[in-house]
């Protein structure tokens, strides 16, 4: 279920209330523009966020890149 975020926590409660369990109630950061980035500046770009996701403070990182299939391959 998507909501306002400033009603999630209400959405939640309402949920538990009636007799639905909730596995999982948080925020997440949907992009509205998607970038489809070179394929070498895509590699670049997840390496960075494979880096940023390893910081122990960082507890969680967004992207609007839409890379390709061919990209994420050879990163893997």
């Known amino acids: 279920i998507y909501t306002d975020p400033t009603e999630l926590h209400k959405v939640s409660e309402s949920l ?3 007799g639905y369990e909730v596995e999982n ?3 997440v950061m949907k992009p509205q523009t998607m970038l ?3 394929p070498d ?3 670049k770009a997840i390496r960075l966020l494979e880096k940023l996701e ?3 403070d960082v507890q ?3 992207s ?3 890379i390709s299939d061919d990209v994420l391959a050879q990163v893997s």
Do not use: F
Request: without cysteine; proline residues 5%; aromatic residues 4%.
């Open 41 to 43: 500046q895509a590699v």
């Open 64 to 66: 609007n890149l839409d």
């Open 36 to 38: 489809q980035p070179e």
């Open 25 to 27: 109630a948080e925020l």
């Open 16 to 18: 538990t209330a009636t």
């Open 54 to 56: 390893d910081l122990d």
């Open 60 to 62: 969680s990182v967004y």
